[in-house]
């Protein structure tokens, strides 16, 4: 792109959806909402006169690390996500439906269906009611309310160690407890 007395490259590609760029004489160009006749307008910014050269080239620079970024954006996309997005938007009422509608909602399942599923958790069940009533706690805070071994010791006022600890001791106990059962 070259001028008569303004030469310079643009670093930044020329966008037409991004709302600044330089044209092709050098000059730095935005768009402008103009209320008066309800449409963009563009203003030009000319070299020498608006602007100095350094702005001109910081500007562009600007725009330049913007198109990095939003090509960086795109590549990161997720594209079946943003593909049921498209295919989802407003109907000709303009009725838009919530996204979180529209996933399917797992059900809770319940002891029942686990025992339907494996015998095993009933042998488990039977188990656990020869547990001490903290050993229970700890295994229904772990494992029932999904919660970190270190958010528990924090809670119990003792070391993430300690609760290692136990909890290792309590399927130790288990899974004796288990194999008694299968033996018996």
């Given at each position: 792109?070259?001028?008569?007395?303004?030469?310079?490259?643009?670093?930044a590609p020329y966008n037409p959806d991004r709302q600044?760029?330089?044209?092709?004489?050098?000059?730095?160009?935005?768009?402008?909402?103009?209320?008066?006749?309800?449409?963009?307008?563009?203003?030009?910014?000319?070299?020498?006169?608006?602007?100095?050269p350094e702005i001109r080239s910081l500007l562009d620079?600007?725009?330049?690390?913007?198109?990095?970024?939003?090509?960086?954006?795109?590549?990161?996309?997720?594209?079946?996500?943003?593909?049921?997005?498209?295919?989802?938007?407003?109907?000709?009422?303009?009725?838009?439906?919530?996204?979180?509608?529209?996933?399917?909602?797992?059900?809770?399942?319940?002891?029942?269906?686990?025992?339907?599923?494996?015998?095993?958790?009933?042998?488990?069940?039977?188990?656990?009611?020869?547990?001490?009533?903290?050993?229970?706690?700890?295994?229904?805070?772990i494992y029932g309310e999904m919660k970190f071994g270190?958010?528990?010791?924090?809670?119990?006022?003792?070391?993430?160690?300690?609760?290692?600890?136990?909890?290792?001791?309590?399927?130790?106990?288990?899974?004796?407890?288990?194999?008694?059962?299968?033996?018996?």
């Open positions: 792109m070259t001028s008569k007395d303004n030469q310079y490259e643009r670093k600044t760029f330089v044209d092709a004489d050098g000059n730095y160009v935005y768009r402008v909402w103009d209320e008066e006749n309800r449409c963009y307008r563009l203003e030009v910014c000319v070299v020498g006169e608006s602007i100095s620079e600007m725009d330049a690390e913007e198109e990095r970024r939003l090509d960086a954006d795109s590549h990161h996309m997720d594209k079946v996500f943003d593909g049921k997005k498209q295919a989802h938007s407003a109907d000709k009422s303009g009725h838009t439906p919530n996204p979180m509608d529209l996933l399917p909602q797992c059900r809770q399942r319940s002891f029942e269906d686990a025992l339907r599923e494996d015998p095993r958790v009933g042998q488990l069940l039977l188990a656990m009611e020869q547990l001490t009533p903290d050993q229970v706690d700890l295994i229904y805070a270190a958010d528990v010791a924090r809670e119990q006022g003792v070391s993430r160690q300690a609760i290692n600890n136990r909890l290792k001791k309590i399927h130790t106990r288990l899974a004796k407890l288990m194999a008694e059962m299968d033996e018996g």
